[in-house]
Each structure stands twice: as C-alpha cells, then as structure tokens.
C-alpha cells in the first residue's frame, strides 16, 4: 500500500459558510511502513478495510457540496483509521480502548489482533493524529473567525448488522443515525436533520453510536461550536461490507446538502 501525497485536506467552501462537513473514516490507505506494524496478511487486512471503512463518505460529502445552496468546507481524512483514529480521545477518557479500538487499534472489528502487544502508539500519534486534530482546531477556528460560528457535520457510515467490536451494538439500528453532544448539539440542529433525512428512512439518535466531534480547545467550552454526527447504515446506499455504491449513495447526498442548507 502506497501512501497519500496529503494525509488530510482542508477543502475549502465560500467564505460565509459556518458548515465543515467532517469525514474521518472514508479511505482506505494505509502508508506501507505502518502495514509492517500490522500483523494481518494480506486477504485479512483488505476484509478488516471492508468491515472498518466508512465507504463512500468522502463522496457523499463531495456530491453534497456540489448540491448545496451555499457550499461547506470540508475536512476529509486520507488515510484508513487503521493508521490512527483521529476522532478518539487519545487518553484515558477513550471508552473504545476497552476492546484495543482507541486512537491506535491494536485489535480489529471482530477482536483479534491488529497489532503486536506492546506496540507503542506515540510515534503514530505524533505523526499522524496530532498534526490532524490542530489543523482541524485551524479549521474550525477559522469558521468563528470569519461567520462567528461552525457546525461540524461529521459523516460516517456503519453496518447494518452489528460487528464484535461494538460496544453498544444490541441497540437499533435504523437507517440514518444522528450522535449528539448535550453541549454542542442544540435542538434546533438534531431537528433539521430530521427534516433533511426524512425521506431517507427513520432517523434515530445515540444508538448504535453516540456523541460527535468536536477538537478539544472546544469541546464543552464554546456555545459557538455546534456539531452532530451523521451516521448512515451502509445497506441503505452501497453493497456491505466493502461494495460499490448504489443508487441510495445520491439521495443521502441530497439529505446532507439538505441539513447544510437548513443549518
């Protein structure tokens, strides 16, 4: 596996918009000196790719963008979360670090070893996730600076039938899931969600996964800073695990583009 000439981009939309559509999860590189920390061969490593991937999200938000009356920003991850999750507490507030899934996995989806014990994830976390999580903090900073506020959309998919990772997968599973932060969600955002995704299924929130993104500097801090996460069940617009896109991936786009504007 080759690596990306950018690890992350800044994508940048018109000046007055306060919307960052965020998508961490979409891409499936991997740069070839962390593959040989990776103890899966070869066939095993492109089936975990297919269960952790949220495929076809970086489309969905570019597809969206395109639609929007007033185009966001976007922040999209180059690299696979196998590299670092940059959406996890690097510390000990990860609860996901019960089951080796914390900003360095050392465990996959279905519980088996990802990473030789003992890995030491600071050099991944120095070269990858903090560089991330400040040029998100740039991002967003930049939002405030220039409309007086930000809302993250952070864009992700999940499966339709729950993985061993999960810590919470006995929950349901409805088409659109929208994750929430009693801080930086107000109501008014959850609800124009809803109204957005309407025609996409039922919409349910915090279940099978709760919470949304926010970088540290703000997070339980800055009122200006609202976010959500959007979840879509993957059997609703692509062949699972890892398949191509169906004709669902451009009415979730049109959703999204939908909340943008509303928002």
Do not use: Q
């Not at 095993?44 to 297919?50: I, N, V």
């Amino acid at each position: 596996m080759t690596e990306p000439a950018v690890s992350f981009e800044l994508l940048p939309g018109a000046a007055e918009s306060p919307v960052l559509l965020h998508v961490p999860h979409s891409s499936r590189a991997v740069p070839a000196d962390v593959r040989d920390g990776i103890v899966l061969d070869d066939a095993a490593l492109e089936r975990e790719l297919d269960h952790i991937t949220d495929a076809h999200t970086a489309e969905m938000a570019l597809r969206a963008t395109e639609r929007a009356a007033l185009a966001p920003w976007r922040f999209v991850n180059r690299l696979s979360r196998l590299v670092v999750d940059p959406e996890r507490f690097p510390d000990e507030r990860e609860e996901m670090a019960a089951v080796g899934m914390g900003a360095v996995y050392t465990r996959t989806t279905h519980r088996d070893a990802l990473r030789r014990a003992g890995t030491d994830p600071e050099p991944l976390l120095a070269r990858w996730f903090r560089p991330y999580a400040a040029a998100m903090r740039e991002a967003v900073a930049g939002r405030l600076a220039a409309t007086g506020r930000a809302v993250i959309i952070d864009v992700h998919s999940y499966p339709s039938e729950p993985l061993p990772y999960e810590l919470h997968g006995s929950g349901p599973r409805p088409p659109v899931c929208l994750g929430t932060d009693a801080f930086h969600t107000p109501p008014e955002l959850t609800e124009a969600a809803r109204k957005a995704f309407a025609g996409c299924g039922e919409t349910g929130l915090d279940s099978p996964f709760a919470g949304t993104y926010v970088p540290l500097e703000f997070y339980g801090t800055d009122a200006r800073v609202r976010a959500l996460m959007v979840e879509i069940r993957r059997d609703t617009y692509m062949s699972e695990p890892g398949g191509p896109a169906g004709a669902g991936l451009d009415r979730l786009a049109g959703a999204l583009a939908a909340l943008v504007d509303a928002v």
